[in-house]
């Protein structure tokens, strides 16, 4: 199965600063990169995702890129935000051919300092 | 948020009893799943199910049950058999169709053993 890490697995940040999360994985067939974001006592819900055929997505605040060569993908907030405080996972997958789980991250703790 | 739910909220078990928690969804999703998230870890696979009548163990099934009778219906059973069964159960649908799609979660049930 998909062995997953997170980096840092803490962050505090102050607002208005960027913020970078770091997920790596070991299964290099791994096609779709989803970041989810919870909030706390909340679900998680999905922020940004990314498929294998694309290096970098952007919307608004938020960005992934994708290395796939070196099996890793990261999260970037720029402009932070109080609202941004929450825990982060990445979910890297195969997905298709059957195989609809997710692999879930240990998450990121993020916290902005105002 | 809406069309995916989970209840009861809390859920209070003395050792040696089953429970059962409910989810329920009405977005039309073929896929449904558990999962367990205990404190500072991540979300972790109980069972997950693409079609109704047929469902898939994940990473942590020992312990757990579950069926699916109904596409909108994914009821999971925590078993006496579970030796360690607090925690955080999300319930989580998705569409099938295209691979990588998003994950939508219900708002949780937090089992406490007592």
């Known amino acids: 199965g998909e062995n997953v890490e997170q980096h840092p697995s803490t962050l505090s940040v102050q607002e208005g600063d960027s913020a970078v999360i770091k997920c790596t994985y070991s299964d290099s067939a791994s096609n779709y990169f989803p970041w989810y974001k919870q909030e706390l006592g909340k679900r998680p819900q999905l922020i940004i995702d990314?498929?294998?055929?694309?290096g970098e997505k952007k919307d608004q605040r938020i960005a992934v890129t994708l290395n796939k060569t070196a099996k890793h993908f990261s999260l970037h907030i720029t402009e932070t935000q109080p609202e941004d405080s929450a825990v982060y996972f990445c979910?890297?997958?195969?997905?298709?051919?059957?195989?609809?789980?997710?692999?879930f991250g240990t998450g990121t703790r993020l916290t902005i300092i105002p | 948020d809406g069309g995916i739910t989970q209840s009861p909220k809390y859920l209070f078990r003395k050792e040696g009893q089953n429970v059962t928690l409910s989810c329920e969804q009405n977005l039309n999703h073929d896929a449904m799943y558990w999962y367990r998230q205990d404190p500072g870890q991540g979300l972790r696979l109980i069972y997950y199910?693409?079609?109704?009548?047929?469902?898939q163990k994940g990473d942590i099934a020992e312990g757990y049950s579950v069926s699916r009778e109904k596409k909108e219906s994914f009821p999971l059973t925590v078993t006496s058999a579970q030796k360690n069964p607090t925690a955080f159960y999300l319930c989580?649908?998705?569409?099938?169709?295209?691979?990588?799609?998003?994950?939508?979660f219900g708002p949780g049930t937090r089992l406490t053993v007592l």
């Open positions: 979910a890297p997958t195969l997905r298709g051919f059957g195989n609809e789980k997710l692999t």
């Open positions: 199910s693409q079609i109704v009548n047929d469902f």
């Open positions: 990314i498929r294998s055929n694309v």
């Open positions: 989580a649908s998705s569409i099938l169709a295209g691979g990588g799609e998003e994950q939508f």
